[in-house]
């Protein structure tokens, strides 16, 4: 009796609180363009009834072109997208359901998204089927942290490796070295034998810069941090690359926003990375091409970060093997050991920073970092202070 008399009242509430135009069905469009996920119903003859604010914005389809057509005209079902299309047409000619299944879609403009979808009956009060209700979700942030995450492990694991393997190589070539040293120096100077023992040396040497990027690669996480300006550390890493470079007929520009705030960097280190993505840049950069460097100030997600742009000119990285750029020893160089980006990319992360790279024919590759600036990276630690001392 109590609760019913309670299930009363509160129907009585609700019906006091609602407003004449909100009725059920400006209720149902509401719920639809609150959700996170898109939303799309489909009769049994494949005509859209409904599609809510986020299919909108992953399709590429407004509501008002879309609610009306038969979905093979808003939804590609062919190529790329043609488990999505399967699953869809499943789910009309035999009432097929699907559950978080991962697929791909193609949107208006051609672009892949993956997204985890569910695929359900749609039916009336008579258990009668009125068609499907497809609901999808975008995975692309949830795969970037699952394989930001995978790739943390798997480095953490090298670098154990990396760390003891180095150690262990260090000795011996410092032995080799000496030895091959000590026979040139018996060797008469126009000894045709002089081209073994200079082969040596110089293989000697390539194995121990081997041996130092597998020692930076196992460096201990960064914790000592100095506040400095982005710009000065830009330009002494491009100073050192044109050096190295300078019979390289390629033309270096840097933008330097004025408003660009300070950053707190291990100086060493940081620049230890900015130099090896712009000796990538000038290597990548044909003659007569352009290396170009902008730093500026970038807020995401209500963070403010200083965002370092490196571009340059007259290559292009496939996507398949953008992927793999920051996988320890994958190189796309004839002569690399395939650890510069992977140090790069790991330094970064060691300054709570995140590193992209993008590649077209028409504009060539760029390397985009996105460090947290002095006073974002400040109040954060402080945060996160305050939550370990409140924890439990």
């Not at 190589?169 to 023992?197: C, F, H, I, M, V």
């Not at 390397?367 to 409140?390: G, M």
Request: proline content about 3%; charged content about 25%; glycine content about 8%.
């Amino acid at each position: 009796m109590v609760t019913a008399t309670r299930a009363e009242a509160a129907h009585g509430k609700l019906k006091a609180r609602s407003s004449p135009e909100l009725d059920a069905t400006k209720l149902i469009s509401y719920t639809l363009d609150s959700l996170e996920s898109g939303v799309v119903t489909i009769t049994r003859d494949g005509v859209i009834t409904s599609f809510n604010s986020v299919a909108e914005g992953l399709l590429g389809w407004s509501a008002e072109e879309a609610v009306g057509e038969h979905f093979s005209r808003i939804i590609a079902i062919t190529g790329a997208s043609k488990q999505f299309g399967e699953m869809i047409t499943a789910g009309l000619t035999r009432g097929k359901t699907f559950s978080s299944e991962e697929a791909t879609i193609l949107n208006r403009s051609g672009e892949r998204i993956t997204v985890g979808t569910t695929v359900s009956q749609l039916r009336d009060e008579n258990d009668q089927s009125l068609g499907i209700v497809i609901i999808f979700k975008n995975l692309a942030e949830i795969k970037r942290i699952r394989d930001q995450f995978l790739r943390t492990e798997q480095m953490a694991a090298l670098g154990y490796l990396s760390a003891g393997l180095a150690h262990e190589l260090r000795n011996p070539l410092g032995s080799l070295l000496g030895l091959a040293e000590l026979l040139e120096d018996e060797l008469p100077p126009n000894d045709s034998k002089r081209t073994y023992t200079q082969t040596f040396l110089r293989e000697i040497e390539r194995m121990n810069k081997l041996v130092e990027d597998l020692l930076c690669f196992a460096q201990p996480p960064i914790a000592t941090l100095e506040r400095h300006s982005i710009a000065g550390l830009v330009d002494e890493s491009l100073l050192f690359a044109s050096y190295d470079f300078q019979n390289r007929r390629v033309n270096v520009r840097t933008r330097h926003s004025d408003d660009t705030p300070d950053v707190l960097v291990d100086p060493e280190r940081l620049s230890r990375a900015l130099l090896n993505i712009i000796r990538n840049a000038f290597q990548a950069t044909p003659d007569g091409g352009d290396v170009t460097v902008t730093t500026s100030p970038r807020t995401v997600s209500g963070s403010d970060y200083v965002s370092i742009s490196i571009n340059n000119t007259g290559s292009y990285i496939e996507p398949e093997a953008r992927q793999k750029l920051f996988t320890p020893f994958f190189t796309l160089k004839k002569k690399g050991t395939g650890l510069g980006l992977s140090i790069a990319h790991q330094i970064v992360k060691g300054h709570s920073g995140y590193i992209e790279v993008e590649s077209d024919t028409a504009t060539g590759t760029t390397f985009v970092i996105d460090l947290p600036t002095a006073a974002s990276l400040k109040q954060r630690n402080e945060e996160l202070q305050y939550a370990n001392r409140h924890a439990g």
